[in-house]
């Protein structure tokens, strides 16, 4: 096993956060952007490709952002913030990595992997299209979830759309839009939600616009591994085949896809195949 250090950083608008990273030797680090209220430790992935990292000499930064949690506070300056996924502001998340890059340049990193996890891909993906990206050398996302796509499997979506646009411009923010939207009966505040779930929003990286797709402007390096068995999939696409025939005409040609036959959302049984097809990539 990999040694941990626990580290506390700032992101650019001086929110406080903190990870846990493995700090190898080399000047590489990959910094692991976690999904919708999760953080930067319960995946049991993030286990394996720890030690597939650290076999490389590559670090591994995982942090909490400020969607950590449903509702979560977070110092900043003399303040708190009411985040966690309940109250985040998606344009916000670019502070987040931001932050992560510049603490790991501290310690003398000079070049970065992000990765994501299902929101955290579509965090890292408007990162790198709204930031500056010199030292960004790959982009790993791991079940990059459709946020509008998925927000449409709920009936009551343009309801909710509608009224959380009706409350932003009442200055009624932080009020909810439901205390249980989509599937897994998430509470969603009005000024959460447009950002994530309006199509043609910095969110929606998949959908068709005029100049392309927002996933296949990204000329990075990017390796995408999705489980056959990841609800993103079936619940949206219905089949990796459906899935895979839409990113298809979108991606960059510097994408790869990797499918893990039977892996769901959170590739748990499956951690293994991931740090192998993962390990292959940054080799």
């Known amino acids: ?117 299902s929101l955290g891909c579509t965090k890292v993906i408007n990162f790198v299209l709204m930031q500056d990206i010199t030292g960004i050398e790959k982009i790993i996302l791991l079940a990059p979830t459709d946020m509008a796509g998925w927000a449409n499997t709920d009936p009551r979506h343009r309801q909710y759309l509608a009224k959380a646009k009706q409350l932003i411009a009442e200055n009624k923010g932080q009020e909810l839009v439901s205390a249980e939207c989509w599937l897994d009966n998430t509470p969603i505040s009005a000024q959460t939600y447009p950002g994530l779930c309006e199509a043609g929003s910095p969110a929606d990286i998949y959908g068709e616009r005029e100049d392309g797709a927002l996933l296949g402007k990204v000329s990075l390096p990017i390796l995408i591994p999705y489980g056959t068995a990841d609800i993103g999939i079936t619940e949206i696409d219905g089949t990796m085949d459906k899935w895979l025939e839409r ?37």
Do not use: P
Request: charged share 25%.
């Open 1 to 117: 096993m990999t040694s941990l250090d626990f580290v506390r950083f700032n992101a650019t608008d001086n929110v406080e956060l903190h990870g846990w990273l493995n700090n190898e030797t080399s000047d590489i680090a990959v910094i692991h952007v976690h999904g919708m209220s999760g953080n930067g430790y319960e995946n049991y992935f993030l286990d394996n490709l720890r030690q597939t990292y650290a076999e490389k000499g590559i670090s591994l930064f995982t942090i909490d952002t400020r969607g950590r949690g449903i509702i979560s506070d977070f110092r900043q300056n003399d303040n708190w913030k009411h985040a966690g996924s309940c109250f985040e502001i998606f344009s916000e998340s670019v502070h987040d990595i931001q932050g992560a890059i510049n603490y790991l340049k501290t310690l003398g990193k000079t070049r970065f992997i992000l990765q994501g996890h």
């Open 247 to 283: 990113v298809e005409k979108i991606k960059h040609e510097n994408t790869q896809i990797a499918v893990i036959d039977g892996a769901s959302h959170v590739f748990r049984g499956f951690e293994d195949k991931l740090a192998e097809v993962v390990g292959d990539y940054v080799a």
